[in-house]
């Protein structure tokens, strides 16, 4: 039985087709909705050259990305739950910072989730090696059903 349902979210084309598939499996199986995006700050170093004397305050810098990450994560969440709370369909929201295909499988483990809804982003081989697939890596590493959602 499937109870519990992530769908990794980030308001592409992909990732709305997931999020309707489990929409459809969560209606019929009376399952839980469980709608996570995630993010990975890139690391910033300290500067030992100054431009005219000052240097960047990193913390500063962080707290900004940090921030409007969140804000932005939290607007689509928002707003995919609306369309999931609009079906009857109980909803939980999350966002996780860190590697997201690391992060969402240790939320997977850490929830029970019984299936993971993702969207693909079809790159292209150069573009996985450099940039990795978090959907492949989600199908890699987790223990339950994977619904992969891709563009016709």
């Known amino acids: 039985m499937i109870g519990k349902i992530l769908v990794a979210y980030d308001d592409g084309n992909q990732a709305r087709k997931a999020l309707d598939a489990a929409m459809d499996i969560a209606r ?5 909705i469980h709608l996570v995006a995630a993010y990975a700050l890139p690391i910033v170093y300290q500067s030992t050259v100054s431009l005219e004397g000052i240097y960047p305050d990193n913390t500063a810098i962080m707290k900004y990305l940090q921030e409007n990450s969140q804000a932005h ?5 928002e707003e995919a739950a609306t369309r999931v709370k609009a079906e009857n369909i109980p909803v939980h929201t999350e966002i996780l910072e860190g590697s997201p295909g690391r ?4 939320y997977v483990e850490e929830q029970g989730i019984d299936l ?3 969207g693909s982003h079809n790159r292209t081989a150069v573009n996985r090696f450099f940039m990795g697939s978090v959907s492949n890596y989600i199908l890699q590493h987790v223990k339950c059903l994977v619904l992969i959602a891709k563009d016709a």
């Open 73 to 77: 994560l939290a607007a689509i969440l």
């Open 103 to 106: 992060v969402i499988v240790q």
């Open 116 to 118: 993971v809804a993702v």
């Open 28 to 32: 019929s199986m009376g399952a839980t």
